[in-house]
């Protein structure tokens, strides 16, 4: 199993298989994984990641709206 969970520093989606206690996300923070916010599970690698796609596209699209709407 993956989990989905966001950056406790930047609010980044990353994603780590199960079992795994950190993440270092591309911010350079080490994320807990236990004690960030699990926001989806995937079964697959790939399921996750498109997950991770997913969810930040949606993240992207909310900063677009607030911007030029
Ligand atoms: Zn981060």
Same mark, same amino acid.
């Given at each position: 199993?993956? =989990?989905?969970?966001?950056?406790?520093?930047?609010? /980044?989606?990353?994603?780590? !298989?199960?079992? @795994?206690? $950190? /993440?270092?996300?591309?911010?350079? $923070? #080490?994320? !807990? =994984?236990?004690? &960030? @916010?699990? =926001?989806?599970?995937?079964?697959? +690698? /790939?399921? &996750? #990641?498109?997950? =991770? #796609?997913?969810?930040?596209?949606?993240?992207?699209?909310?900063? +677009?709206? /607030? #911007?030029?709407?």
């Amino acid at each position: 199993m993956f =989990v989905v969970f966001r950056c406790t520093d930047c609010g /980044r989606f990353l994603y780590q !298989e199960g079992g @795994v206690e $950190t /993440r270092e996300c591309p911010c350079g $923070t #080490r994320v !807990e =994984v236990s004690g &960030a @916010v699990a =926001v989806a599970e995937a079964e697959s +690698h /790939r399921e &996750a #990641r498109a997950l =991770v #796609r997913a969810l930040q596209e949606e993240e992207m699209g909310k900063a +677009h709206f /607030r #911007r030029y709407g």
